[in-house]
């Protein structure tokens, strides 16, 4: 079945430091989406990626859509403290017009102040 | 609007008892998931119904079942709770499927002994 692999599993940064994970699936995707948990709570949307090859920026954070539609990246520079949290990434594919997210395993993020 | 909501927050089981975990989105989504979270496995789709009265399998629905009772609750059964279903459940909503941002509940800590 599809898979959503996800790397590094943690990330400790120094505030100001850059960070970013990836994320890479074992089948082409339709969409991809980034999520981010803070410790205790519950994921929330930052954005999704559809077309092959799309750069997307939200402040300091750069999503990725690789060409192929099978991997992409989440960069944040220069980190700060409120930036600390898991980041997923999950997976569209469709089968027999079905649509089902497969989310990654997530990057922990600590910044270190 | 209260978004996604999740009963209960905490629960204890003991080994084949059975319950039932309750959600509601009040945005007029017709599409609804639920996922558990287990550490260092980021977020696994248990079931998921694309719109009001369908259902179908995500990821890992072995012992469990579920509910679309109407477009705004989908409620999530366990009928013989086993110790390998300690986990965080959440639940989430989203306007269509496949390609709609995802609105996560809070979550439901479920601890089976």
């Known amino acids: 079945g599809q898979q959503v692999m996800q790397i590094p599993q943690y990330q400790h940064v120094q505030e100001g430091e850059d960070f970013t994970t990836y994320c890479n699936s074992s089948t082409t995707l339709s969409n991809i989406q980034w999520y981010k948990q803070r410790p205790g709570g519950h994921p929330v949307f930052l954005i999704q990626?559809?077309?092959?090859?799309e750069v997307k920026k939200q402040k300091r954070l750069t999503f990725q859509f690789g060409e192929a539609k099978k991997n992409s990246s989440l960069h944040i520079t220069a980190t700060q403290t409120t930036d600390v949290g898991t980041y997923f990434c999950a997976g569209c594919s469709v089968t027999s017009g079905t649509y089902k997210y497969i989310f990654g395993t997530g990057t922990r993020l600590k910044v270190l102040a | 609007n209260a978004g996604v909501t999740q009963t209960p927050k905490f629960q204890v089981l003991k080994t084949g008892q059975s319950m039932t975990l309750q959600c509601a989105q009040d945005?007029?989504?017709?599409?609804m998931y639920w996922y558990r979270q287990d550490p260092g496995m980021g977020l696994r789709l248990i079931y998921y119904?694309?719109?009001?009265?369908?259902?179908d399998k995500g990821e890992v629905p072995n012992g469990y079942n579920v509910s679309r009772l109407n477009k705004r609750e989908f409620s999530l059964r366990l009928e013989s709770a086993a110790p390998s279903q300690t986990s965080v459940y959440f639940c989430a909503s989203s306007e269509y499927s496949g390609g709609a941002e995802q609105y996560f509940g809070p979550g439901t800590r479920l601890t089976v002994t």
């Open positions: 945005m007029n989504h017709n599409s």
């Open positions: 119904s694309a719109s009001e009265g369908t259902t």
């Open positions: 990626l559809v077309k092959s090859g």
